[in-house]
């Protein structure tokens, strides 16, 4: 089943002289979405095309419903997952316009009391744009509340109490942050003396014509159903960092918001300065360590390619249970594509989608692969590693001894834990000059993981010099994500 609105321009600039030459072919890519659906890898697909101001194409394949056999359609409205960071970044730059906020200011200062704190304890500054272009030193979180947990789920400032310990020093490294988001969200709500969803619904939807946008309970509107990965439907499920991941979008306004990026003046006169808009896709920690997607950097809510095969990209994926999206724009070009899903991990075919459709208008366009590892090698006993690091790990303000011994034969020992009451696990992992990313089994002494079946503790550390600083991240599983739940590691080379 599919539903389909193609939209014919009688006039199209001559920057598209494709358009002119002969009317765009979408057949191969409406095959490919109704393959993948007809495989069983995603419910349905939705997806627009936008061009020189107008959306050009948009459709939807397959079921927002499967139970109820309800179609998808361009105006369905799917979870964004962390698409909706480029929203949320864009709301808080309305109220900087505005004076509300100050971007260079340090964020206690619009969440008083709550406070930065690094590792030791000690008060650090963050700013606004720090939390933006995640170079604010936070850690990798994440909670999904299901079901009739979402009722006790804790709010902004509970959480950032607990988890608010910075793991960097500020404005020294890219470290993707949904709790940065969670505090955006926070002070927008603070700022603006509204509700984040009243502020987005008032100030940005409505004036961007986007009428199928929400954020979070979807209440009585047409909402696509999240499936996981074995097409299982998931219970209602919530993010406890709201302005990171809670917006609901269908194709079409998904695809009118990546307009604005491109050409604010026209179509949204005054809505916010185009100077603005530039200053988002601009690298705003330059001296910041970028080590994610090649030669990629994080703006201000989204991220930028320079060079991707001769183009310069800006896009912005989104991942969740029940949900994966990308926005992807061309702004020299001045095209803009949104892919939506309501299943769990189906970018790889979300990003094909929105390729395809970007070549269909754009035939010479050849996209690298979006790898956030790209730039990564495996362990190999590199000479910066190589040794034996002793310290600890902060969980719940207690310092739980830990060792990594980084061997000569490419393996990592890491050993945490009380005296004569160790955890003890081996693993591989990826180095990028001072980065270094890893996972073992294993589980810290916190109550998300007490009854976990198949616990996980990730590693995103940087070494500086002859200390590595970072992350130790609780996960629950691959099987279904519920947490990511980040504590400060700090070791240091024995002699």
Same mark, same amino acid.
């Given at each position: 089943?599919?539903?389909?609105?193609?939209?014919?321009?009688?006039?199209?600039?001559?920057?598209?002289?494709?358009?002119?030459?002969?009317?765009?072919?979408?057949?191969?890519?409406?095959?490919?979405?109704?393959?993948?659906?007809?495989?069983?890898?995603?419910?349905?697909?939705?997806?627009?095309?936008?061009?020189?101001?107008?959306?050009?194409?948009?459709?939807?394949?397959?079921?927002?419903?499967?139970?109820?056999?309800?179609?998808?359609?361009?105006?369905?409205?799917?979870?964004?997952?962390?698409?909706?960071?480029?929203?949320?970044?864009?709301?808080?730059?309305?109220?900087?316009?505005?004076?509300?906020?100050?971007?260079?200011?340090?964020?206690?200062?619009?969440?008083?009391?709550?406070?930065?704190?690094?590792?030791?304890?000690?008060?650090?500054?963050? %700013?606004?744009?720090?939390?933006? /272009?995640?170079?604010?030193?936070?850690?990798?979180?994440?909670?999904?509340?299901?079901?009739?947990?979402?009722?006790?789920?804790?709010?902004?400032?509970?959480?950032?109490?607990?988890?608010?310990?910075?793991?960097?020093?500020?404005?020294?490294?890219?470290?993707?942050? %949904?709790?940065?988001?969670?505090?955006?969200?926070?002070?927008?709500?603070?700022?603006?003396?509204?509700?984040?969803?009243?502020?987005?619904?008032?100030?940005?939807?409505?004036?961007?014509?986007?009428?199928?946008?929400?954020?979070?309970?979807? #209440?009585?509107?047409?909402?696509?159903?999240?499936?996981?990965?074995?097409?299982?439907?998931?219970?209602?499920?919530?993010?406890?960092?709201?302005?990171?991941?809670?917006?609901?979008?269908?194709?079409?306004?998904?695809?009118?918001? #990546?307009?604005?990026?491109?050409?604010?003046?026209?179509?949204?006169?005054?809505?916010?300065?185009?100077?603005?808009?530039?200053?988002?896709?601009?690298?705003?920690?330059?001296?910041?360590?970028?080590?994610?997607?090649?030669? /990629?950097?994080?703006?201000?809510?989204?991220?930028?390619?320079?060079?991707?095969?001769?183009?310069?990209?800006?896009?912005?994926? #989104?991942?969740?249970?029940?949900?994966?999206?990308?926005?992807?724009?061309?702004?020299?070009?001045?095209?803009?594509?949104?892919?939506?899903?309501?299943?769990?991990?189906?970018?790889?075919?979300?990003?094909?989608?929105?390729?395809?459709?970007?070549?269909?208008?754009?035939?010479?366009?050849?996209?690298?692969?979006?790898?956030?590892?790209?730039?990564?090698?495996?362990?190999?006993?590199?000479?910066?590693?190589?040794?034996?690091?002793?310290?600890?790990?902060?969980?719940?303000?207690?310092?739980?001894?830990?060792?990594?011994?980084?061997?000569?034969?490419?393996?990592?020992?890491?050993?945490?834990?009380?005296?004569?009451?160790?955890?003890?696990?081996?693993?591989?992992?990826?180095?990028?000059?001072?980065?270094?990313?890893?996972?073992?089994?294993?589980?810290?002494?916190?109550?998300?993981?007490?009854?976990?079946? *198949?616990?996980?503790?990730?590693?995103?550390?940087?070494?500086? #010099?002859?200390?590595?600083?970072?992350?130790?991240?609780?996960?629950? *599983?691959?099987?279904?994500?519920?947490?990511?739940?980040?504590?400060?590691?700090?070791?240091?080379?024995?002699?």
């Amino acid at each position: 089943m599919f539903s389909r609105c193609l939209i014919v321009l009688a006039l199209l600039s001559g920057s598209m002289c494709v358009f002119a030459q002969a009317a765009p072919d979408f057949g191969a890519v409406e095959q490919h979405a109704q393959q993948a659906i007809a495989a069983g890898k995603v419910p349905s697909l939705a997806f627009a095309l936008a061009v020189d101001g107008k959306i050009v194409y948009e459709a939807a394949f397959g079921f927002a419903d499967q139970a109820a056999q309800v179609a998808a359609t361009p105006h369905t409205a799917y979870a964004l997952a962390s698409a909706s960071k480029p929203v949320t970044a864009t709301a808080l730059m309305l109220l900087a316009e505005k004076r509300k906020v100050d971007l260079s200011a340090p964020v206690q200062k619009y969440l008083a009391p709550l406070k930065f704190r690094d590792g030791a304890g000690r008060g650090a500054a963050v %700013n606004l744009e720090q939390l933006l /272009s995640h170079t604010s030193g936070l850690g990798t979180y994440a909670q999904i509340h299901y079901g009739d947990a979402i009722a006790a789920a804790p709010d902004m400032v509970a959480v950032f109490r607990r988890y608010g310990v910075l793991v960097q020093k500020p404005g020294t490294v890219s470290e993707y942050s %949904n709790l940065g988001y969670g505090l955006i969200g926070e002070v927008i709500q603070r700022r603006s003396g509204e509700t984040f969803e009243a502020f987005l619904a008032q100030q940005l939807f409505a004036p961007l014509q986007m009428a199928d946008s929400f954020v979070d309970t979807p #209440g009585t509107r047409a909402v696509a159903v999240n499936y996981g990965v074995d097409n299982e439907v998931l219970p209602p499920l919530h993010n406890d960092t709201l302005g990171a991941g809670n917006i609901h979008s269908s194709a079409h306004d998904l695809a009118r918001f #990546g307009l604005f990026h491109l050409d604010p003046a026209v179509v949204a006169p005054g809505l916010l300065k185009p100077a603005t808009v530039a200053r988002m896709q601009r690298q705003a920690q330059p001296r910041a360590f970028h080590h994610y997607y090649g030669k /990629s950097y994080y703006g201000l809510g989204w991220y930028v390619r320079p060079d991707d095969n001769g183009y310069r990209v800006l896009w912005h994926e #989104g991942g969740m249970p029940g949900a994966s999206s990308i926005l992807k724009l061309l702004p020299d070009q001045r095209i803009a594509v949104a892919v939506l899903a309501n299943r769990s991990e189906a970018n790889a075919i979300t990003q094909a989608i929105a390729n395809e459709l970007l070549q269909v208008v754009q035939p010479d366009y050849r996209p690298l692969p979006l790898d956030a590892v790209a730039n990564y090698q495996p362990y190999a006993a590199q000479a910066e590693f190589l040794g034996r690091w002793s310290g600890h790990v902060l969980v719940e303000g207690y310092e739980l001894p830990c060792t990594l011994e980084f061997k000569a034969d490419g393996k990592v020992q890491v050993s945490y834990g009380k005296a004569g009451a160790q955890t003890q696990a081996e693993t591989g992992g990826l180095v990028y000059r001072d980065s270094f990313i890893g996972a073992i089994p294993g589980r810290l002494p916190v109550a998300e993981q007490a009854q976990a079946a *198949s616990p996980l503790l990730l590693l995103k550390l940087i070494r500086d #010099g002859k200390r590595i600083n970072g992350g130790m991240v609780a996960y629950a *599983s691959p099987q279904r994500l519920e947490y990511l739940l980040p504590f400060y590691l700090r070791v240091e080379r024995e002699k």
